[in-house]
C-alpha cells in the first residue's frame, strides 16, 4: 500500500500535522495508535482539565480537546488507522511502515509524532488517583483551583524536578520536594535554587510507598530510606518528575537519538537525519513538553513535508 505521507503518533504534534497536510492536499494516513505508548490521542487523553492551550478560556477536557483534533484532521481527508507501528525499514525510500497487525505500508514521507511516556511510580494507589491529584507535569497542572494555596509535593531530583518545584511556589502554600537520596541530581544552580527558596522544603532520603486518597490525593505515605520509618504527608496534589523515556523503540535506531533517546531534529526545522523523514512534538522535545509547543512543531512538520512534494 503506497502512501504519500504517513504521520504516526496522534497527540496534539500528529493530529495537527494531519489537519495541515489534510488540507494540502497530502492525503494523510495517520496511525494513531493502539496500546504502544499510551492510548491513542497522547497524554491529553488522561489530563483532566487543559486551562493552557489558547483558545478555550473557561479551560477544556483533555479527551475533548484531542477528540476535537481528530474530527477536524478526518473533516479535512486524514485518514486513521488505530494500530501501532511495530516496525519500520528506512534504509530506502518509499519508506515501509509495518503495522502490529502485520499490514506493510511504503511511504514517500515521513513524519514521526509518537511523543514521549512519563515515567511512573509502579503503585496501584497512583494509577487509581492519576490525574485525581496526581500528575506528571506541573507546567501542566500546577496552577488549578485544586492546588492554589494548598501543600504540594514534586518527587524527584534532576533539573525538572527542581523546575517544577520552584514553578509550583506561584501558586502553592508549600512544595515539598522528595528525593530518595541525600544529594540532588540537579546542577549546582539548580540545587542552590531549590535549596535557598523559602517555599521549598526537602525531604531527603524519602520514597513514596502510597498515594492516600478516595476520589482525589489528600497524602503521601513516605518511607525514610535509610531508617525505614514510615511517615504521612497531607499534600493536596503530587507531581512525579523522575523523566519521560521518547516513544521510538519501532525505529530500531535507524534514526539519529541523543544520549536521552529523543530524535534530533536540525535546529529551526522538524527534518531528522534522514531526507524525507520529519519529527514533531515530545518525540523530539526533551524541554517543553507543552501540548502547544507539540501542535507548533505538528504544524511545521507538515509545512516541510509539503515542500518535498513541490
Given at each position: 500500500m503506497r502512501e504519500r505521507l504517513i504521520i504516526i503518533g496522534s497527540g496534539p504534534a500528529g493530529l495537527t500535522a494531519a489537519i495541515y497536510a489534510a488540507r494540502a492536499n497530502l492525503n494523510p494516513l495517520v496511525f494513531e495508535g493502539f496500546q504502544d505508548g499510551g492510548i491513542p490521542g497522547g497524554q491529553l487523553m488522561t489530563t483532566g482539565i487543559v486551562e493552557n492551550f489558547p483558545?478555550?478560556?473557561?479551560g477544556v477536557a483533555g479527551p475533548e480537546l484531542m477528540g476535537n483534533m481528530r474530527e477536524q484532521a478526518v473533516k479535512y481527508g486524514a485518514r486513521m488507522e488505530t494500530e501501532d507501528v511495530a516496525g519500520v525499514d528506512l534504509s530506502k525510500r518509499p519508506f515501509a511502515?509495518?503495522?502490529?497487525?502485520?499490514d506493510?505500508?511504503?511511504a514517500d514521507v515521513l513524519?514521526?509524532?509518537?511523543g514521549a511516556t512519563a515515567n511512573r511510580l509502579p503503585l496501584d494507589s497512583e494509577k487509581r488517583l492519576w490525574g485525581r491529584g496526581v500528575s506528571a507535569c506541573a507546567v501542566c497542572d500546577g496552577a488549578l483551583p485544586v492546588f492554589r494555596n494548598q501543600p504540594v509535593a514534586v518527587i524527584g531530583g534532576g533539573d525538572t524536578a527542581v523546575e517544577e518545584a520552584v514553578h509550583l511556589t506561584q501558586f502553592a502554600s508549600k512544595v515539598y520536594l522528595i528525593h530518595r537520596r541525600d544529594e540532588?541530581?540537579?546542577?549546582?544552580?539548580?540545587?542552590?535554587?531549590a535549596q535557598s527558596h523559602p517555599k521549598i522544603e526537602i525531604?531527603?532520603?524519602r520514597v513514596v510507598d502510597e498515594f492516600i486518597g478516595e476520589n482525589q490525593l489528600?497524602?503521601?505515605?513516605?518511607?525514610d530510606t535509610v531508617t525505614g520509618e514510615v511517615s504521612e504527608l497531607t499534600v493536596a496534589g503530587a507531581f512525579e518528575a523522575i523523566g519521560h523515556k521518547p516513544n521510538v523503540g519501532f525505529l530500531n535506531g535507524q534514526v539519529e537519538t541523543d544520549s536521552l533517546g529523543y530524535i534530533v531534529t536540525r535546529p529551526g526545522s522538524t527534518a531528522t537525519s534522514i531526507d524525507g523523514i520529519f519529527a514533531a512534538g515530545d518525540v523530539q522535545d526533551p524541554k517543553y513538553r507543552q501540548a502547544i509547543t507539540a501542535a507548533a512543531s505538528g504544524c511545521m512538520a507538515a509545512?516541510?513535508?509539503?515542500?518535498?512534494?513541490?
Open positions: 483558545g478555550f478560556p473557561a511502515v509495518i503495522s502490529s497487525g502485520d506493510r505500508y511504503e513524519i514521526i509524532a509518537t540532588l541530581r540537579a546542577s549546582q544552580a539548580m540545587r542552590a535554587r525531604l531527603w532520603n489528600s497524602g503521601l505515605k513516605l518511607r509545512l516541510e513535508a509539503e515542500k518535498t512534494f513541490l
